[in-house]
């Protein structure tokens, strides 16, 4: 017997009042309760019992052994309760891992409503633009917004991000408006520094255009403020341009040559069940998320006439901007 089963048996037979009835409750032998109990004291190297024909009783060492086993006892079961409890409803911390701006604009938000439909549930959001290992990091889910999730991972996917080529109108005034991939490289462009090849865009049909200019930038909101300034071309994910392609302030460009194959992933260890917690947040994201994503409306209402993409293109791989 391992040391947890010699505490509850010592426990059962104190309570029991005799060996006797300790093996009946527990359909033993009294011989064989009795041979577990001497190698219990054996291991501790102390007398647990005062035992005679007649009667039972506890030594003062063992009345303070009977303490601890009662009280270890009820925290085992109080442990299986919880997890018992957490198989059956959402509740306890849920660890989220997502890109900073993704995070903050899209997840945060939910936070409120999630934990009012959920009120046992408290959620600790991690931001960062570099994903994290979630099993080592202890986290329950992750998000990223990817071209293709890690194979080792449960992956979800949630919704689209479109990849936008995009400046102000200010800038086209001031530099002309590029027709065509070929153009960037005459414009001023700004780049996402944390890309593997941050210079060399990728467009359809496996066209790569390196391009150049005086800003570089590893978060994805730092990016976006400089080409709200005019400073120069950028190319983004919907999820961050998306509102201000909506109002006016940003201008999407070359929409027939650009990929478009990113999506938003809820990913999951593969190790791990997938608990009440982690199910209600997928399933709440999902809600918020479909059928249109918030970025994707956005876009919509201020592309009343989008240039058709050709037919047959090669939309290609993601470009892994994931902000």
Same mark, same amino acid.
């Given at each position: 017997?391992?040391? !947890?089963?010699?505490?509850?048996?010592?426990?059962?037979? *104190?309570?029991?009042?005799?060996?006797?009835?300790?093996?009946?409750?527990?359909?033993?032998?009294?011989?064989?309760?009795?041979?577990?109990?001497?190698?219990?004291? !054996?291991?501790?190297?102390?007398?647990?019992?005062?035992?005679?024909?007649?009667?039972?009783?506890?030594?003062?060492?063992?009345?303070?052994?009977?303490?601890?086993?009662?009280?270890?006892?009820?925290?085992?079961?109080?442990?299986?309760?919880?997890?018992?409890?957490?198989?059956?409803?959402?509740?306890?911390?849920?660890? *989220?891992?997502?890109?900073?701006?993704?995070?903050?604009?899209?997840?945060?938000?939910? *936070?409120?409503?999630?934990?009012?439909?959920?009120?046992?549930?408290?959620?600790?959001?991690? !931001?960062?633009?570099?994903?994290?290992?979630?099993?080592?990091?202890?986290?329950?889910?992750?998000?990223?917004?990817?071209?293709?999730?890690?194979?080792?991972?449960?992956?979800?996917?949630?919704?689209?991000?479109?990849?936008?080529?995009?400046?102000?109108?200010?800038?086209?005034?001031?530099?002309?408006?590029?027709?065509?991939?070929?153009?960037?490289?005459?414009?001023?462009?700004? *780049?996402?520094?944390?890309?593997?090849?941050?210079?060399?865009?990728?467009?359809?049909?496996?066209?790569?255009?390196?391009?150049?200019?005086?800003?570089?930038?590893?978060?994805?909101?730092?990016?976006?403020?400089?080409?709200?300034?005019?400073?120069?071309?950028?190319?983004?994910?919907?999820?961050?341009? /998306?509102?201000?392609?909506?109002? /006016?302030?940003?201008?999407?460009?070359?929409?027939?040559?650009?990929?478009?194959?990113? &999506?938003?992933?809820?990913?999951?260890?593969?190790?791990?069940?997938?608990?009440?917690?982690?199910?209600?947040?997928?399933?709440?994201?999902?809600?918020?998320?479909?059928?249109?994503?918030?970025?994707?409306? &956005?876009?919509?209402?201020?592309?009343?006439?989008?240039?058709?993409?050709?037919?047959?293109?090669?939309?290609?791989?993601?470009?892994?901007?994931?902000?």
């Amino acid at each position: 017997m391992d040391r !947890l089963d010699q505490m509850s048996l010592f426990a059962r037979v *104190v309570e029991a009042g005799s060996f006797a009835a300790a093996a009946a409750e527990l359909g033993q032998t009294r011989a064989a309760v009795s041979r577990q109990i001497a190698g219990l004291e !054996l291991r501790l190297g102390a007398q647990l019992l005062h035992r005679t024909t007649r009667r039972m009783r506890l030594t003062d060492v063992g009345r303070e052994y009977y303490k601890h086993c009662t009280r270890i006892s009820e925290q085992v079961e109080s442990a299986d309760r919880e997890v018992a409890s957490m198989l059956e409803e959402p509740l306890g911390w849920l660890r *989220v891992a997502a890109p900073v701006t993704f995070g903050r604009r899209y997840l945060a938000p939910l *936070v409120g409503p999630f934990t009012r439909r959920y009120p046992k549930v408290r959620v600790d959001i991690s !931001l960062s633009d570099v994903m994290p290992d979630l099993i080592t990091g202890g986290f329950d889910i992750g998000f990223q917004v990817i071209a293709k999730p890690d194979s080792s991972l449960t992956s979800y996917p949630l919704a689209r991000s479109e990849m936008v080529v995009c400046a102000t109108s200010d800038y086209f005034a001031r530099c002309g408006r590029p027709r065509s991939p070929a153009d960037l490289s005459a414009h001023n462009c700004l *780049v996402y520094s944390k890309l593997e090849t941050p210079r060399l865009w990728r467009f359809r049909s496996n066209q790569t255009i390196r391009v150049d200019g005086n800003f570089a930038v590893n978060h994805g909101e730092a990016l976006l403020a400089a080409t709200l300034e005019g400073t120069g071309i950028a190319y983004m994910p919907t999820f961050i341009a /998306g509102p201000y392609l909506a109002n /006016g302030q940003l201008i999407s460009i070359l929409e027939r040559f650009t990929r478009s194959n990113q &999506q938003v992933f809820a990913l999951h260890p593969k190790n791990r069940n997938l608990v009440p917690k982690v199910q209600a947040f997928v399933e709440f994201v999902v809600a918020a998320f479909q059928p249109n994503p918030p970025w994707a409306v &956005q876009v919509r209402r201020k592309a009343a006439n989008p240039t058709p993409a050709p037919i047959n293109s090669d939309p290609g791989s993601g470009s892994g901007f994931a902000t």
